[in-house]
T-cell receptor
C-alpha cells in the first residue's frame, strides 16, 4: 500500500523568502504525485501534479515541485513567498490510474511580514 | 464551470444523533469520492463511486456510515448514530474517471459531535 510522509508539521517563513516543503512517498511502482493547498475553511485546491516525463513540474501560484525517484521525494518549492500563501499544504500519492489518493498529514505554512 | 457543491457547510449534533451530507459533483464526472479529514490530519478516503457503483469502501465504518449515489450524479453520506470521534470535515470530490485525471474537491461539510 502507498503512503506519504510530510516531516514538517509547521513551517514559518518571512514574506519574500524562499520555501521548500518536504514530501516522501512509498509506493512500489511509478507514482502519481500531487500537491494540494487548503486555506482555512476551504476545500483542497490542486497546485500541481506529476504523472511522468519532466521531473520538474510547474504549478499554479508560482509553485514548482521536483520528483526524485532515488530519494522517493516530491518536494514543493517557491522562490518568493507571499503572505497569501499561508495555508495547509498536502502531498498525495495516487496508485494505478491515480483514481485513489493517499494524503500526508500536511504542513502548515505561516508567513511573517 | 461549477465546482463540487456540498451542503450543509456546518453541522453540530449530539452523539447518537444522525446526520446526512449531500454532494453534487462537477457535471459529467463519473467518479465521486467522500473523504474524512480529522483536525490535524490529511484526508482519508471513505468511499469511491464510479457512476452509481461502489469501487472502494474498505475504510467506511459500515456499522454507522452509509453512502449512496443512486442516479450516478448526486451523493449522500449518512452517519447514524454519530460518535464524538466522527467530528471532522467531510470532503466530497469528483473526477472524470479517466486515468490520471485531476480530482476536484468541494469546500467540505464541517461536523461537530458534542
Amino acid at each position: 500500500a502507498q503512503s506519504v510522509t510530510q516531516p514538517d508539521i509547521h513551517i514559518t517563513v518571512s514574506e519574500g523568502a524562499s520555501l521548500e516543503l518536504r514530501c516522501n512517498y512509498s509506493y512500489g511502482a511509478t507514482p502519481y504525485l500531487f500537491w494540494y493547498v487548503q486555506s482555512p475553511g476551504q476545500g483542497l485546491q490542486l497546485l500541481l501534479k506529476y504523472f511522468s516525463g519532466d521531473t520538474l513540474v510547474q504549478g499554479i501560484k508560482g509553485f514548482e515541485a521536483e520528483f526524485k525517484r532515488s530519494q522517493s521525494s516530491f518536494n514543493l518549492r517557491k522562490p518568493s513567498v507571499h503572505w497569501s500563501d499561508a495555508a495547509e499544504y498536502f502531498c498525495a500519492v495516487g496508485a494505478g490510474t491515480a483514481s485513489k489518493l493517499t494524503f500526508g498529514t500536511g504542513t502548515r505554512l505561516q508567513v511573517t511580514l | 464551470e461549477a465546482g463540487v457543491a456540498q451542503s450543509p457547510r456546518y453541522k453540530i449534533i449530539e452523539k447518537r444523533q444522525s446526520v446526512a451530507f449531500w454532494c453534487n459533483p462537477i457535471s459529467g464526472h463519473a467518479t465521486l469520492y467522500w473523504y474524512q479529514q480529522i483536525l490535524g490530519q490529511g484526508p482519508k478516503l471513505l468511499i469511491q463511486f464510479q457512476n452509481n457503483g461502489v469501487v472502494d469502501d474498505s475504510q467506511l465504518p459500515k456499522d454507522r456510515f452509509s453512502a449512496e449515489r443512486l442516479k450516478g450524479v448526486d451523493s449522500t453520506l449518512k452517519i447514524q448514530p454519530a460518535k464524538l470521534e466522527d467530528s471532522a470535515v467531510y470532503l466530497c470530490a469528483s473526477s472524470s474517471g479517466h486515468s490520471g485525471n485531476t480530482i476536484y474537491f468541494g469546500e467540505g461539510s464541517w461536523l461537530t459531535v458534542v
